[in-house]
Antibody, heavy 116, light 107 residues
Framework: EVQLVQSGAEVKKPGATVKISCKVS????????MHWVQQAPGKGLEWMGL????????IYAEKFQGRVTITADTSTDTAYMELSSLRSEDTAVYYC?????????WGQGTLVTVSS | DIQMTQSPSSLSASVGDRVTITCRAS??????LGWYQQKPGKAPKRLIY???SLQSGVPSRFSGSGSGTEFTLTISSLQPEDFATYYC?????????FGGGTKVEIK
């Protein structure tokens, strides 16, 4: 059974950095890109970027370029998303997702609250 | 970046109604598009991949069509469990883009 299990909720102050993990099981980690998606409260889905676990190559959405770092650790089959210089608008649920052609699996989501 | 314009942003419908949601891409994306359903507090779930292929386990009342710049998700007979928000997602470019979403509410 494919599972993507994310780390727990975080509360951060403005200007801080948050790092969320996404541990996968049930498939070969290096076979699929890992994507990260942001969803602010009451808002739509926003694609943040992806990592190719095979070689660590990343692509980031322009909106998050310079503030987001997505990595993959093949020794633990875990992907990470780090978002820096947090502001109140970054309060959101963050999802990791494996979006294959026929396969589509998502983590349960991690709520990040940015508040002073 | 490719922009995805989804319409309508919301709609009210009754059980048994036929519902159509549209996504328009700012440039041609072949059939590199999926449709997702999201219920409150849950992760999105893909219904359609490659514009018109039904994801395994998804009821056949859901269908997708289109290619290039115009895409449609159709629910042939709306069921109570279909009240949710729907999104399209293009993956033609390495920078993916979601549509703005369509909230389907009970009339």
């Amino acid at each position: 059974e494919v599972q993507l299990v994310q780390s727990g909720a975080e509360v951060k102050k403005p200007g801080a950095t948050v790092k969320i993990s996404c541990k996968v099981s049930g498939y070969t980690f290096t076979d699929y890109y890992m994507h990260w998606v942001q969803q602010a409260p009451g808002k739509g889905l926003e694609w943040m970027g992806l990592v190719d676990p095979e070689d660590g190559e990343t692509i980031y959405a322009e909106k998050f370029q310079g503030r987001v770092t997505i990595t993959a650790d093949t020794s633990t089959d875990t992907a990470y998303m780090e978002l820096s210089s947090l502001r109140s608008e970054d309060t959101a649920v963050y999802y990791c997702a494996m979006l294959g052609t026929r396969l589509d699996y998502w983590g349960q989501g991690t709520l990040v609250t940015v508040s002073s | 970046d490719i922009q995805m314009t989804q319409s309508p942003s919301s709609l009210s419908a009754s059980v048994g109604d036929r519902v159509t949601i549209t996504c328009r891409a700012s440039q041609g994306i072949r059939n590199d598009l999926g449709w997702y359903q999201q219920k409150p507090g849950k992760a999105p779930k893909r219904l359609i991949y490659a514009a018109s292929s039904l994801q395994s386990g998804v009821p056949s009342r859901f269908s997708g069509s289109g290619s290039g710049t115009e895409f449609t998700l159709t629910i042939s007979s709306l069921q109570p469990e279909d009240f949710a928000t729907y999104y399209c997602l293009q993956h033609n470019s390495y920078s993916l883009t979601f549509g703005g979403g369509t909230k389907v509410e009970i009339k």
